[in-house]
């Protein structure tokens, strides 16, 4: 059986019957503002709640003149024998495929851009479930972008090229995907997903070849790292590299360790991009500040060892040192993370002897969390400075009487 998809302009359609089959077609017609007819002796009770003249009769073939378009939702033989011998219109009888001239789609409306799929009437769940998933994929306001279209095409002017590349703003083609600790396993769902459909990957030195291994042999991999003293790239020219492939309709995924929104510089990217008229998504991922430290066997709170906890950065844009948050070592049952700590150790060790920490405060560094060679150092305030020239970067330093559960959890 061959079929085509076509879009009716105008239809009048008559619908035959009353019953729960009738009023969810009869609820498609009307979603879609179509002129039709309904006539049935009989009704349900939910038939009131739309805005069709109910005519209450016995269907006769007569009540098919004037009508190109017929739906039998009757479920009668009589009726359908009825109808296939008196055929001079299109029919449809519901659930029957093989005497339909014509198949309902399902549907998605969003104004002038209307997406039917079919399956020539063998499963209307298969193009439910497929209609749902092209629903979440398309923007709400898709229909903004068609009155403009229609306006210019108005008007004669058609560019295709620009159509194309406005048309592209509209849907989400810059993805920044928090890459977690370098696990693959500890990899969103949403994360990988995303992963497996860009053009391009953007991605710094902390991404492991374990994750880059999860990218489809097509996908285009650009090295954007930047190491302390060794920046390869500027922040500047990583959002003008991730603009010019996405101005060429790629999907670009900007890969980043962590959460893109926690000392990431997620927030720079995205706010210029989202400036240049793209969408951006933003998929979270696991932080070191948190996951890090439970690698370890160190929970960031614990009953009767710390109620709260902060997470501090000890860099500052342009490489300036970041001390504000000394204090917090002061804070009773507190823990403190510090990311990017590691090679500031002997300040972070001086300022808080000036403000009177105790010598024997637990620290933790963990280096590599969730790695091959991950290391953890339990040491105290004391030995910071010189325990931290024997650990590596990345690393993670944890402030708190949590740390001491560390040979317990692990």
Same mark, same amino acid.
């Given at each position: $059986?061959?079929?085509?998809?076509? !879009?009716?302009? *105008?239809?009048?359609?008559?619908?035959?019957?009353?019953?729960?089959?009738?009023?969810q077609?009869?609820?498609?017609?009307?979603?879609?503002?179509?002129?039709?007819?309904?006539?049935?002796?009989?009704?349900?009770? @939910?038939?009131?709640?739309?805005?069709?003249? %109910?005519i209450?009769?016995?269907?006769? &073939?007569?009540d098919?003149?004037?009508?190109?378009?017929?739906?039998?939702a009757?479920?009668?033989d009589k009726?359908?024998?009825?109808?296939?011998?008196?055929?001079?219109?299109?029919?449809?009888?519901?659930?029957?495929?093989?005497?339909?001239?014509?198949?309902?789609?399902?549907? !998605?409306?969003y104004?002038?851009?209307?997406?039917?799929?079919?399956?020539?009437?063998?499963?209307?769940?298969?193009? +439910?479930?497929?209609r749902? #998933?092209?629903?979440?994929?398309?923007?709400?306001?898709?229909?903004?972008?068609?009155?403009?279209?229609?306006?210019?095409?108005?008007? =004669?002017?058609?560019?295709?090229?620009?159509?194309?590349?406005?048309?592209?703003?509209?849907?989400?083609?810059?993805?920044?995907?928090?890459?977690?600790?370098?696990?693959?396993?500890?990899l969103?769902?949403?994360?990988?997903?995303a $992963? %497996?459909?860009?053009?391009?990957?953007?991605?710094?030195?902390?991404?492991?070849?374990?994750?880059?291994?999860?990218?489809?042999?097509? /996908?285009?991999?650009?090295?954007?790292?930047? %190491?302390?003293?060794?920046?390869?790239?500027? +922040?500047? #020219?990583?959002?003008?590299?991730?603009?010019f492939?996405?101005?060429?309709?790629?999907?670009?995924?900007?890969?980043k360790?962590?959460?893109?929104?926690?000392?990431?510089? =997620?927030?720079?990217?995205?706010?210029?991009?989202?400036?240049?008229?793209?969408?951006?998504?933003?998929?979270?991922?696991?932080?070191?500040?948190?996951?890090?430290?439970?690698?370890?066997?160190?929970?960031?709170?614990?009953?009767?060892? @710390?109620? *709260?906890?902060?997470?501090?950065?000890?860099?500052?844009?342009g490489?300036?040192?970041?001390?504000?948050?000394?204090?917090?070592?002061?804070?009773?049952?507190?823990?403190?993370?510090?990311? $990017? =700590?590691?090679? !500031?150790?002997k300040?972070? %060790?001086?300022?808080a002897?000036k403000?009177?920490?105790?010598?024997?405060?637990?620290?933790? &560094?963990?280096?590599?969390?969730?790695?091959? *060679?991950?290391?953890?150092? /339990?040491?105290?305030?004391a030995n !910071?400075?010189?325990d931290?020239?024997? $650990?590596?970067?990345?690393?993670v330093l944890?402030?708190?009487k /949590?740390?001491?559960?560390?040979?317990?959890?692990i």
């Open positions: $059986m061959n079929s085509l998809p076509i !879009l009716l302009k *105008n239809p009048k359609i008559l619908l035959i019957g009353g019953g729960p089959v009738a009023l077609k009869a609820t498609v017609l009307e979603n879609n503002s179509i002129d039709f007819k309904v006539i049935s002796k009989e009704y349900c009770e @939910a038939f009131n709640s739309l805005h069709v003249k %109910q209450i009769k016995d269907f006769e &073939i007569k098919t003149h004037g009508f190109n378009y017929v739906v039998d009757t479920g009668d009726v359908k024998q009825t109808l296939l011998e008196n055929k001079n219109f299109l029919l449809n009888i519901v659930d029957v495929p093989e005497f339909c001239d014509f198949y309902f789609s399902s549907l !998605l409306n104004g002038k851009l209307k997406i039917a799929i079919s399956s020539d009437g063998s499963s209307p769940t298969a193009t +439910q479930v497929v749902d #998933e092209i629903k979440r994929i398309i923007p709400e306001d898709i229909d903004e972008f068609c009155q403009k279209q229609a306006i210019q095409r108005a008007i =004669g002017k058609i560019d295709k090229t620009l159509a194309k590349t406005e048309c592209k703003k509209y849907f989400p083609s810059i993805y920044l995907i928090g890459c977690g600790l370098g696990d693959a396993e500890l969103t769902i949403k994360a990988y997903k $992963m %497996q459909i860009i053009d391009v990957a953007l991605y710094d030195n902390l991404i492991t070849e374990e994750i880059l291994e999860l990218l489809p042999v097509h /996908v285009k991999k650009v090295f954007v790292g930047k %190491q302390k003293g060794a920046h390869s790239k500027s +922040q500047e #020219e990583i959002n003008e590299l991730i603009l492939y996405a101005k060429q309709g790629l999907k670009v995924g900007r890969l360790s962590g959460d893109p929104y926690i000392f990431g510089r =997620g927030a720079e990217e995205a706010k210029e991009l989202i400036e240049e008229g793209y969408k951006v998504e933003v998929i979270n991922g696991l932080t070191s500040a948190i996951a890090g430290v439970a690698q370890a066997g160190i929970p960031v709170t614990a009953r009767d060892y @710390a109620t *709260n906890f902060s997470v501090v950065s000890a860099h500052l844009k490489s300036l040192i970041n001390l504000d948050w000394i204090h917090l070592l002061s804070v009773k049952n507190h823990t403190t993370v510090v990311l $990017m =700590g590691l090679s !500031l150790c300040h972070i %060790q001086k300022e002897f403000i009177g920490v105790c010598n024997d405060m637990e620290v933790a &560094i963990v280096s590599n969390a969730s790695r091959k *060679n991950q290391k953890v150092k /339990v040491t105290t305030l !910071l400075y010189k931290s020239l024997e $650990m590596v970067s990345p690393a944890v402030f708190g /949590v740390v001491r559960l560390s040979d317990k959890l």
